[in-house]
């Protein structure tokens, strides 16, 4: 059976990361579960350690790039098979875990990315969201050859081998979309797989219009320069 962590990047998600603690413990038993508290200015990182698991506290706010990094140094250094990202917010299901793994198990990706306009689901975002989101898969699909319909989903699984280049090499402010163009110039292989999400069930969302914009045209940037520069 493959040695697997789910690693949950968390920021001032008190309100919900007991229930997404105790719903990935009642859908993957077998799985270990690691906190990444990103600075939380709340109990976060108290009611994790109160739940058991392992949790790793960044000294203040470093990111989502940053945090997913430390939580790939942590499954490489304990030599897992395989991580999966669940977020702290509870829109990811843990009964849609076993998914994102059949095609790892099967060998026929590298890394395996939940896709909420591929299931059965009734997610709904933004209108300005949804632009967005649909302008990266349609840039990443060109550069990639091979469609995908959620390139900003935090919902992904990854083998041993991503694991090893992400603790080494992952991009640090708004890392989903980017870090699929580096795993593409890599040789890496990926595939997406329809699953269903729920809206976060505590807190609010950070994303507003204006960092909205400043998300779009950053990670458009990011990716022109990991298109002209030699990946490491």
């Keep these: 059976m493959a040695k697997t962590l789910i690693i949950i990047p968390a920021f001032n998600e008190e309100g919900s990361i007991a229930s997404v603690i105790a719903d990935i413990r009642e859908h993957a038993p077998g799985a270990d ?10 109990s976060t990182s108290t009611i994790a350690r109160a739940e058991g698991v392992y949790v790793l506290d960044n000294p203040y706010n470093l990111g989502i790039g940053a945090t997913m990094q430390a ?4 499954a490489e250094r ?11 917010d509870g829109q990811h299901k843990a009964s849609e875990i076993g998914k994102l793994l059949v095609p790892l198990e099967k060998g026929e990706a ?3 990315i939940g896709s909420r306009f591929l299931g059965t689901g009734d997610f709904k975002s933004t209108a300005a969201r949804r632009v967005g989101i649909t302008l990266f898969s349609k840039i990443v699909s060109f550069i990639i050859r091979e469609k995908f319909t959620d390139t900003t989903s935090g919902f992904r699984a990854s083998d041993r081998l991503v694991i090893e280049y992400f603790a080494s090499h992952y991009p640090d402010d ?3 979309v980017e870090a699929l163009v580096l795993l593409h110039k890599k040789g890496f292989k990926m595939a997406e797989i329809g699953v269903e999400m729920s809206e976060r069930t505590a807190g609010t969302s ?21 298109l002209i520069k030699k990946v490491d």
């Design 33 to 42: 579960i690691l906190v990444v508290n990103d600075g939380s200015k709340d």
């Design 71 to 74: 939580g790939y140094m942590f």
């Design 78 to 88: 304990l030599g897992y098979d395989i991580a999966v990202q669940v977020d702290g």
């Design 110 to 112: 590298h890394m395996v």
């Design 174 to 176: 708004y890392p989903e």
């Design 206 to 226: 950070s994303i507003t219009l204006i960092r909205s914009v400043y998300y779009m045209v950053k990670v458009l940037l990011a990716i022109f320069v990991d």
